[in-house]
Structure formats: C-alpha cells, structure tokens
C-alpha cells in the first residue's frame, strides 16, 4: 500500500502562486511515476503534471509555461509549482502515484483562485 498526502492548497489571487506538495509513505519501492490530476466540475478528471522515476516530466497543454513539477527523491515529495494562476485553475487537486499496475490517489487539496 502506498499513502498520499497532499498540502499547500488554498486561496490566491489571479496572477499568484502556490506551491502543492505530495508525500509519498508505504511500499513505496517500484513507483514508476506520479503525478497531479484535478477535475473541473462537469468535466472528466485530467492530468495536470507528472513525473517518472526516470525524471521524465510532462504537462497537459493549459498549463505549460505556468506549471512545474519536480521531486525531492529523499523525502519521497513531489512538488507542483504553481505560477500565474488562472479562476479557471479553481478546483481539487489530487496527487497520483503508479505502481505496476496500481494507481493511489491521496485525498485531494483544494485551489481557489480569485478575481
């Protein structure tokens, strides 16, 4: 089993930052990658960011440029630097992680993003 858990979620202004971490514990040898997906009401869930083992990154289109993701091998964390937000960020973002064939998800953090 692996155990995620997600912080760094909140309210911002349009045009601000933040930063979400993702802690990885359990068996978490053999992860092949993580990432950040969220889910706009009324839309199916989408992948925001992710990064493999290998430290392969990729981004969905709406947020390149403004979006990075990286990780901190030794604490088991990965990051999703967060820049120049959007109202249209405005949702939950939950942190994945692949094992073999198994996917985890943690309990999601919140991001609101005002005008």
């Known amino acids: 089993q692996v155990q995620l858990v997600e912080s760094g979620g909140g309210l911002v202004q349009a045009g601000g930052s933040l930063r979400l971490s993702c802690a990885a514990s359990g068996s978490i040898f053999g992860i092949s990658a993580m990432g950040w997906y969220r889910q706009p009401p009324g839309k199916q869930r989408e992948l925001v960011a992710r990064?493999?083992?290998?430290?392969?990154?990729n981004y969905a289109d709406s947020v390149k440029g403004r979006f990075t993701i990286s990780r901190d091998n030794a604490k088991n964390t990965v990051y999703l630097q967060m820049n120049s937000l959007k109202l249209e960020d405005t949702v939950v973002y939950s942190c994945?992680?692949?094992?073999?064939?198994?996917?985890?998800w943690g309990q999601g953090t919140q991001v609101t993003v005002s005008s």
């Open positions: 990064i493999t083992s290998g430290g392969r990154t």
């Open positions: 994945n992680a692949l094992l073999a064939v198994q996917n985890y």
